[in-house]
């Protein structure tokens, strides 16, 4: 089994729609969970990122994390197709004692106007 | 502007002939780092620098060297590339290891080995 499971999609939503990205994992000492978010022919960029269990909301953008169940979600309301990019979750044990994050395959959204 | 960027953005190579790919931060973050990105299996940390002649390997080290002399710098080295080293490569920095969560990464860098 993965360290970090994502669906690689791609996924296919129209303008306005509710967007749900989920990633699962194995490793129960991550304990920092991030999204980041790569558009074509650029690099990843940090969108938001949680620290142990819980719910973040910067703007359209809401971040779950489920410890319990090794379970991670990024919510975009709203989508515009300025959303369209593929979105990587990403975790580490603590900060990086390491600097080690571990990277989800990414999922490929589009959204179309 | 806060950036991190990287040199060449494309190289194309042949099997053995060494080469370096430059990789540097205007933000006098600690921590640097190197990964590699493939289709279908996502970005992963090659090495990783948490100061000045601090390194240490990620998870796929081989074939490949690097060095951190400054704070600024961190090049890749490739001895003796093989075609298995074709990647997208992207250079990161975080202020330091505690905050690696937040990496700012450069704009990649697509190398091909024939």
């Known amino acids: 089994q993965k360290e970090v499971e994502q669906d690689p999609g791609p996924l296919s939503v129209p303008e306005g729609a509710i967007v749900s990205l989920n990633c699962t994992y194995s490793?129960?000492?991550?304990?920092?969970f991030m999204w980041y978010r790569q558009y074509s022919r650029k690099g990843p960029e940090l969108l938001m990122y949680?620290?142990?269990?819980g719910n973040k909301e910067d703007g359209r953008f809401t971040a779950q994390v489920d410890k319990s169940s090794k379970y991670i979600s990024l919510f975009i309301r709203d989508s515009q197709p300025s959303d369209s990019a593929t979105y990587l979750c990403?975790?580490?044990?603590?900060?990086?004692?390491?600097?080690?994050?571990?990277f989800g395959k990414g999922t490929k959204l589009s959204v179309k106007p | 502007e806060a950036q991190v960027t990287q040199n060449p953005r494309y190289l194309i190579t042949v099997t053995g002939k060494k080469l370096t790919v430059t990789c540097s931060q205007n933000?006098?973050?600690?921590?640097m780092s190197w990964y590699r990105q493939d289709p279908g299996l996502g970005l992963r940390q090659i090495y990783y620098?948490?100061?000045?002649?601090?390194?240490d390997k990620g998870d796929v080290p081989e074939g490949y060297k690097v060095s951190r002399k400054e704070k600024r710098n961190f090049p890749l080295i490739l001895e003796s590339p093989s075609p298995n080293q074709t990647s997208l490569y992207f250079c990161a920095s975080s202020l330091w290891g505690g905050s690696s969560y937040e990496q700012y990464f450069g704009p990649g860098t697509r190398l091909t080995v024939t």
């Open positions: 490793n129960s000492a991550f304990q920092y």
């Open positions: 933000m006098n973050h600690e921590y």
């Open positions: 990403a975790m580490s044990v603590w900060g990086g004692s390491q600097g080690n994050l571990i």
């Open positions: 949680t620290y142990s269990s």
């Open positions: 620098s948490m100061n000045v002649e601090v390194t």
